[in-house]
């Protein structure tokens, strides 16, 4: 019976079959091998800008030492690869979206009834509204009206 093939022709064969799906240059250094149960599994770090952390992984069948066959060729994450997040579904998205909106509008209307208590206090600062710059405007707007031509004097009207 014929030996299982090395490790340079499981090498070989997994470059061979990676480079069916990607460019060679970006397929780095064997990182693992491991045989067992007539299947060797091969790993690669990958040269790929964008995915640190990822590995080609080669899957290779060796029952037949004489022909040994590649099984499976993929871009794995490894550990400290940036990854999605789970996924969520959408009805559990709703409900939180919808909680958040709630706690909003709970805050905005917490925030209103300061605000009104701040417009109460405003209402007693009017009395010094028609005062500009220590110089109340509605005394001067009736000697102005007194003043203007066409004006009609109380005095003027009984002669």
Do not use: C, K, N
């Not at 022709?9 to 067992?36: F, K, M, Y």
């Amino acid at each position: 019976m014929p030996d299982a093939p090395g490790p340079e022709a499981l090498e070989a064969l997994s470059r061979a079959a990676l480079a069916e799906i990607t460019p060679e240059r970006t397929v780095g250094q064997l990182r693992e091998a491991t045989e067992a149960d007539g299947a060797a599994t091969l790993l690669f770090s990958t040269t790929m800008g964008g995915y640190p952390g990822w590995v080609w992984t080669v899957s290779v069948s060796t029952i037949d030492p004489e022909a040994p066959s590649v099984l499976e060729t993929e871009l794995m994450p490894g550990d400290g690869a940036l990854v999605a997040p789970d996924w969520v579904p959408w009805a559990d998205r709703m409900d939180e979206f919808l909680a958040q909106q709630a706690a909003a509008e709970a805050d905005a209307a917490d925030d209103d009834s300061d605000d009104d208590d701040a417009d109460e206090h405003d209402l007693h600062d009017d009395h010094d509204a028609d005062v500009f710059d220590g110089v109340d405007i509605d005394a001067h707007a009736d000697e102005f009206d007194a003043d203007s031509p066409g004006s009609v004097d109380a005095s003027d009207e009984d002669d």
